[in-house]
């Protein structure tokens, strides 16, 4: 049974955070320069929740006044929606799609490790199914 910890293995454990006082716009500057659709959000060195496009978008661009007056800890996601390294890959695309989420920390001895995205979770999906594609027409042609 393929885990989380494979997609860590692939795309890397670097987790990007930010503190939960500075302006929404200097998170949704720093998503855009790593390319990255979410931040931890940070309180004081300790986590706090995380912050993502969607937060933006549903509570700054859509309802909100806009700039440097509203800060990440007023719009992010909190409390931490979490898995571990040892979660399946399956649990954990049903707990983002059963909670309308994109983007999950993972969690091992208490630590955020790694943060996982839909992308990630379909990515590996697709590259799995595409060998188990080859497998199969290879022993189906073979025979």
Known sequence: MNRVSEILGD??????????????LEA??????ANVG???VKDDGVVAGIV???????RVARDGPTGDEVTVG??????????????????????MTDRRIRHVPVVEDGDVVGIVSIGDVVK???????FEIRYLTDYITAG
């Open 74 to 95: 007023e719009i992010m996601s909190s409390p931490l929606i979490v898995v571990s390294p040892d979660t399946p890959i399956d649990e954990c695309m049903a707990l």
């Open 28 to 33: 949704v500057k720093r998503m855009v320069d």
């Open 124 to 130: 590996f999906k697709s590259k799995q199914q595409s």
């Open 38 to 40: 979410s931040l931890l």
């Open 11 to 24: 795309k890397g454990r670097e987790v990007l955070d930010i503190e939960a006082g500075a302006p929404v």
């Open 52 to 58: 993502s496009e969607r937060d933006y978008l549903r």
